[in-house]
C-alpha cells in the first residue's frame, strides 16, 4: 500500500509530563515539615488571587506555605490514627476540602488569626463574584471613575471607550467628543451575582469589589499533639488561578 501523502505535524520536542514527580514532591515537603515547625495550620482562601498568595509568602517568610492537591496533603497528614506521621496530624483531613492550604508556622495562633484579620487586599472582581454594593453611572458625562470620586478629580472618559460600552449594553452616546448618558444606569446591585459584561464595566471604572480573604480553619499544635477547629471558611472556586487537574499540583512555598 503506498504512503500518504497528507501533511504530517511533526513534533520537535517532547513534554514529559511531570504529574507523579511533583505530587511526591508534595507529599515529602509536607510530611519533612511537621517536626520542623510548632503549628499547622489548614487555611481557606476567599477570591483566590495568586498575587496575594505570594504576598502571604512574603509575609510569612519564617514559615512555609503549601497549596496544592488536597488529597494528597491529607495523605500526608494520615487519613486515620494508624497512618498518621505524627500524633493526631489526621484529625486536620476532614477540615483539606475545597480551596484550602496548609501553613507550617512557628507563631502562636492568637499572632496568625490576627494577621489574616488585617490582609484583606481589594481586586477587580470576576463572573460569578456577588455584588458588595450597588454601583451606578450618573447621567451626564461620564468621567474615568464613573462618579467614584468628585469630577474636578477626575477627567473626562476617553471617547475611544465609547463603543466598548454600548456593547456591553450602557446606553452611551457621543456629544461633541464626549461619552454621555441620557439617565442614571445601574450596572449592578448589592447582593447580585455579577455577570462577565458588569465585571468589564466595574474594571473600567477602576471599582473593586473582589476581597481577598484568608482563615483559618483549625491548627494541630506539636507540644500537646491537639487539634482546635476555628472555622469560618470562606473559601470558593470562583477566581481560582491554580490549576487542579489530576498530576498537576501546584505549590507555594514560603
Given amino acids: 500500500m503506498p504512503k500518504s501523502k497528507r ?3 511533526v513534533h520537535m520536542s517532547k513534554v514529559t509530563k511531570k504529574g507523579k514527580e511533583l505530587t511526591l514532591k508534595l507529599y515529602a515537603n509536607v510530611q519533612e ?4 515547625y510548632a503549628y499547622i495550620y489548614v487555611f481557606s482562601v476567599h477570591n483566590m488571587r495568586n498575587t496575594y498568595l505570594k504576598d502571604v509568602r512574603t509575609q510569612l517568610s ?7 492537591k488536597t488529597k494528597v496533603m491529607a495523605v500526608a497528614l494520615g487519613l486515620d490514627p494508624s497512618t498518621e506521621p505524627y500524633p493526631q496530624t489526621s484529625l486536620l ?4 476540602s475545597g480551596s484550602v492550604g496548609l501553613l507550617f508556622s512557628p507563631r502562636k495562633p492568637s499572632t ?3 494577621h489574616f484579620a488585617d490582609y484583606a487586599p481589594l ?3 470576576r463572573a460569578g463574584t456577588v455584588a458588595s ?3 451606578t453611572l450618573p447621567a451626564g458625562i461620564l468621567y474615568s471613575r464613573g462618579g467614584e470620586i468628585p469630577e474636578e478629580e477626575d477627567v473626562p472618559l476617553a471617547h475611544s471607550v465609547e463603543p466598548n ?3 456591553l449594553w450602557v446606553p452611551t452616546r457621543l456629544v461633541k467628543g464626549k461619552v454621555e448618558l441620557d439617565g442614571d444606569f445601574v450596572v449592578c446591585r448589592e447582593g447580585e451575582v455579577l455577570g462577565s459584561g458588569q465585571t468589564t464595566i466595574l474594571k473600567q471604572f477602576g471599582v473593586a469589589m473582589a476581597e481577598f480573604r484568608v482563615g483559618i480553619e483549625a491548627y494541630w499544635e506539636r507540644e500537646t499533639g491537639e487539634v482546635t477547629a476555628v472555622g469560618g471558611k470562606k473559601s470558593d472556586v470562583e477566581g481560582m488561578d491554580v490549576d487542579e487537574d489530576d498530576g498537576q499540583v501546584e505549590e507555594v512555598e514560603a
Fill in 7 to 9: 501533511a504530517k505535524v
Fill in 33 to 36: 515539615c511537621i517536626p520542623k
Fill in 62 to 68: 519564617d514559615s512555609r506555605l503549601f497549596f496544592g
Fill in 93 to 96: 483531613t476532614p477540615h483539606l
Fill in 112 to 114: 496568625i488569626l490576627s
Fill in 123 to 125: 481586586d477587580y472582581a
Fill in 133 to 135: 454594593r450597588t454601583f
Fill in 165 to 167: 460600552l454600548r456593547k
